[in-house]
């Protein structure tokens, strides 16, 4: 079943922008949190940015000041604008969502492609 459709990603330069996003499955009531993973080659998937269902926001260092996530409850979609882009910021993007439920599960999008490059 699919859960997650994100899009948004491409090629950027240095300093440019993108944002991300990502539509949810299901009611927006049976979510607890949405964001999104990175993955640069060789390197492990680490959170990016997220947004609980109460509107509270938690982002990696690297990119504080950076990226703003939010969310548009009536879609079911979230977005990652994603400002002053660095060439470590280049990573396969993975939407996430964690279920409202007694085991908290992740569901996970297809994974968009950013490359921040001159």
């Known amino acids: 079943q699919v859960q997650l459709v994100e899009s948004g990603g491409g090629l950027v330069q240095p300093g440019g922008s993108l944002r991300l996003s990502c539509a949810a499955s299901?009611?927006?009531?049976?979510?607890?949190?949405m964001g999104w993973y990175r993955q640069a080659p060789g390197k492990q998937r680490v959170l990016v940015a997220s947004?609980?269902?109460?509107?509270?926001?938690n982002y990696a260092d690297s990119v504080k000041g950076r990226f703003t996530i939010s969310r548009d409850n009536a879609k079911n979609t979230v977005y990652l604008q994603m400002n002053s882009l660095k060439p470590e910021d280049t990573a396969v993007y993975y939407c996430?969502?964690?279920?409202?439920?007694?085991?908290?599960?992740?569901?996970w999008g297809q994974g968009t492609q950013v490359t921040v490059s001159s």
């Open positions: 996430f969502k964690q279920i409202l439920a007694s085991t908290y599960s992740f569901y």
């Open positions: 299901g009611n927006i009531n049976s979510i607890y949190a």
């Open positions: 947004i609980t269902n109460g509107g509270g926001t």
